[in-house]
């Protein structure tokens, strides 16, 4: 009994970690995080906004690493919802939704 409760436990937390974020384009197009940022700007209309900088990081060995950092910003006016894409040198990390636009 228990194995077989430790079993479901983990095939839940595998599929959970195997879900990725979706973002449906202004044009209708969808992406989802690890797409490439080449990728999305293909399928979608270009960000409202974008801002670029460099993040810091100490690797496993204590050296320090620099990520290349990209957020857009997708405000589509006052009936939509506003979504921030985050790319981490050049791939989709980090999708995320905001209250509604101006």
Not at 1 to 20: E, H, P, Q, V
């Amino acid at each position: 009994m228990k194995l077989s409760l430790i079993l479901a436990m983990a095939l839940l937390f595998l599929s959970g970690a195997a879900f990725a974020d979706n973002f449906r384009c202004p044009n209708g197009s969808i992406v989802s995080s690890g797409d490439s940022i080449s990728e999305v700007m293909v399928k979608c209309d270009p960000p409202t906004n974008k801002i670029k900088r460099t993040d810091s990081e100490e690797t496993f060995n204590g050296r320090v690493r620099y990520i290349e950092v990209e957020e857009w910003t997708y405000n589509e006016g006052p009936n939509t919802l506003v979504h921030y894409l985050t790319f981490r040198n050049g791939v989709l990390k980090e999708i995320k939704t905001g209250t509604f636009g101006r």
